[in-house]
């Protein structure tokens, strides 16, 4: 069966509208805004203090018992270099100098921000992700089945793979530290490790207020805005910076919306779809197919009908040939007697000469 | 046979050398745009002046000013080739006065610069731009466009009374309402921009047209006089004053621009030391003396003309009125409701005392201290009594006129910077409270002291800010009333991240922040933050006992 186009959009527009009809109703039940388990934890790091020593990557790499780096953590000349994080690196600092209006060098921390509503969990068809209600984004290996959904999903660009492991290759991204130091209630390595206290820990709620004191404090030190307050729905970690964070590489077109809503709507769909759709579809298809029947039946009655009227009209010639035939031939014997009763007359009337 | 092939093969070669001639000659063609960054003029002007009109058909011409001029030097030719002139003063305009019709504006310039630039290609000289649109309009300068403003400082101003002998009136006057005309009131000369500003304003023309006007016509009128004095153009120039657009606005230029240090200030009779007196009128019997509501503030108006380059720094409206006139206790229309309590305190503006002050501690001597400082804290009220002081109630003085009894005020402000004796200061103090990786660590105590205090030993601002013994302490011993002998860190730095104390950091946190953070204020490279080992000391590894 070929489907037309005319058929095929309109069966597009039926299901376009029963989805968005069930579609609304759907993302209505989720659109409840999340602002992060209330006492969760966080880090704020603030650019204006660091040093870039890189203090904190080699206490990350300590304490994560991460691969040795190639080349040594006391190596600054690394800075000069734009990194980013691999499977063998939680968290990297990068060196902005030349910056507009600043003399010195800026630095900035990629790692895990620990959205409060996680893209790579809710990307997760496994659950490896969990939010937890410490404010740290975990990731179990155990489950995981590597189709590495979560590091297109991350806004930031943060979980890596290792890819040089043949059997049990696993995503690598910051967990804060929280299996090995955090349930422990030890401080994350690099808030520990950095001698000028830029990365400040406590809950998320009392550094929002420490971030905007010391903006107020320090006005003309700081940006204003808290990089995490409100990007992606909230992140557990926090940023403030000296220069606007898009100097420093910070993307700032992300919205305040959390990625799982980003995509709520759309999945919330995938019932309406599984359950409507093959019912549809199929009613669609039998109507289609009984009309195709019907047609063909009356297809074949008219073709039956019209070989039958041709039946008739042939037969009704052959008769009419039959007949003529029949009169042709009685005349053509009529006249052959004829003529040889006038032959044998002929010849009677010339032998009595 | 044979022919047809030999044709082919021809023809063949032919297109291969074509292709090949085609290709290289336009490698020749490009530049290494790469390796030569773009030139940095200051006489870039965009002409887009058609958008005044309706919107813009072709991108603006971006015209180089300077390359014009010296061109019409080089040909003998004067401004008057572009600018027309009206009752002696030269229009900014191109080859027109007021900008009539869209089309007659274009036309102007179309038949304006096509027809010189025409005229010098005949004439075998380089010439711009003839035939395509685009060579014109193709709205991508090719130049990176810097423009400096000049400040006429005082020893600018300075260098023009000089050169003029006093003629003040050679650039200052009033505007007669009624026989709208302008004329020179001797004693009531200002600032150009508390008439003219960003924007022209009724008959007033903005200040960007009353400068280029003003100034560049005396300096050629000058130039001009000086044609066989100094038959050197440069050095005609040197003494006329800029013309082209770099003189002013390009900023090597303005760097050769000589200063003369001890520049004396504006005569006009302004007073050396004013009593600035927060006093209320009473608005029901405004003939009865003003009700004082706080005591006076002694200023030194001398000192202030000294340090700062121009006379707007803080008379930013007129040199006629008092602030106070504008700037009422309770705020008024005229001082755009900026009360008198904002415009001596307020910390964002630079006209304000507090702002100026602020600013002026963020220079190296002063930033290591103040920049760890947080702004706006609350001050005591010693801090107040600084500045506003108790005149005396009865005795000497009690009776003395405003100006006599600021001057009395002033010479009995002490300013001599002191601190304690170097008994009272620790030499040296051992911080060992970070033992667990390092030794140690040896901080000369005394030394720093006295390397503050000789660095602020030549600032007068700072001498009198600083007078308490304390004062200099209380950087580093911050937090804490101030004492000879403060607290020690470690009784309010302890373990970093007290929930309690959100905003205290550690102990560690506090010692670098302060060490770092001071030191890349004052510019101070050793010891180098990144070496740990220039402040600390590796832990002696501790002998294993059996």
Known sequence: ?353 | MTKRKSLLMLTGIFITATVVAILTSGAQGVKDVASDSPEVRADVIMIDVLKNFRELEQPPVVFLHDLHTNALVEQNKDCASCHLSEKDLQSPKFKRLTDTSRQEVMDTYHTGCMQCHQEMETAGVKAGPVEKCGDCHHGKPEVVSERQLIVFDKSLHYRHTERTEDKCERCHHQYNEVTKQLFYDKGKEGACVYCHKQQLEENRISIKQASHLSCIACHRKTLAENKEVTPDEDSREKIAGPIQCSGCHAEQKLQLIKKVEDAPGMKRNQPDVALIQPAKIDLDNPNLAPIVVMNPVPFDHKTHQEHNDTCIVCHHASLDKTCSECHTLGGAKDGKFVKLEQAMHQIDSEQSCFGCHTKKQQKPSCAGCHSLLAKGRKQEAAFCAQCHMEPPQAGIGANLEPQAMASMLLRSRTSTPYTYTDEDIPEAVTIEDLEEQYEPVYFPHRKIVRTLLAETKDDKLAQYFHRQKETVCQACHHNSPAAKKPPRCYSCHGKPFDAKEPLRPGMKGAYHQQCFGCHKQMGIKKPDPLNCMECHQEKKKQVATK
């Open chain 1, 1 to 353: 069966m070929s489907i037309s186009r005319r058929r095929f959009l309109g069966w597009l527009t039926t299901a376009g509208l029963s989805g968005s009809a069930f579609g609304k109703v759907a993302h209505a039940a989720t659109t409840k805004h999340f602002e992060g388990y209330p006492e969760s934890l966080g880090v704020l790091y603030d650019n204006t203090r660091c040093i870039g020593c890189r203090t904190c990557e080699a206490a990350c790499n300590k304490v994560n018992d991460l691969p040795p780096p190639g080349r040594p953590f006391d190596d600054l000349s690394v800075l000069d270099n734009r990194r980013r994080t691999d499977a063998g690196k939680y968290m990297v600092i990068n060196k902005y100098d030349r910056l507009a209006k600043v003399k010195d060098p800026l630095f900035a921390r990629t790692g895990c921000n620990h959205c409060l509503e996680p893209a790579c969990a809710s990307s997760c068809f496994v659950r490896a992700y969990t939010k937890t209600e410490s404010g740290a984004v975990t990731y179990d290996s155990s489950v995981c089945v590597g189709c590495r959904y979560c590091m297109i999903a991350c806004p930031f660009n943060i979980p890596t793979f290792e890819y040089n492991k043949v059997l049990s290759p696993r995503v690598m991204k910051c967990t804060m530290c929280y299996d090995t130091r955090l349930v422990k209630g030890q401080l994350p390595g690099c808030v520990e490790a950095c001698p000028t206290e830029s990365f400040s820990f406590g809950k998320r709620k009392d550094l929002l207020k420490m971030a905007r004191e010391r903006i107020g404090r320090f006005p003309d030190r700081y940006v204003d805005h808290v990089y995490g307050e409100s990007e992606m729905g909230g992140t557990s970690w926090l940023y403030l910076s000296g220069v606007p964070f898009r100097q420093i590489e910070m993307r700032e077109d992300l919205g305040v919306t959390p990625a799982p809503a980003l995509t709520s709507s759309a999945l919330a769909s995938v019932p309406m779809v599984v359950g409507t759709w093959p019912l549809l579809l199929m009613g669609i298809y039998a109507v289609s197919k009984r009309k195709e029947k019907i047609a063909k039946e009356e297809q074949e009655q008219a073709v039956a009908q019209v070989l039958a009227q041709a039946k008739a009209e042939t037969d009704k010639k052959i008769s009419e040939a039959w007949q003529k035939a029949a009169k042709d031939k009685d005349k053509a014997v009529e006249a052959a007697v004829k003529k040889a009763l006038e032959a044998a007359a002929e010849t009677q009337t010339e032998e009595n000469y």
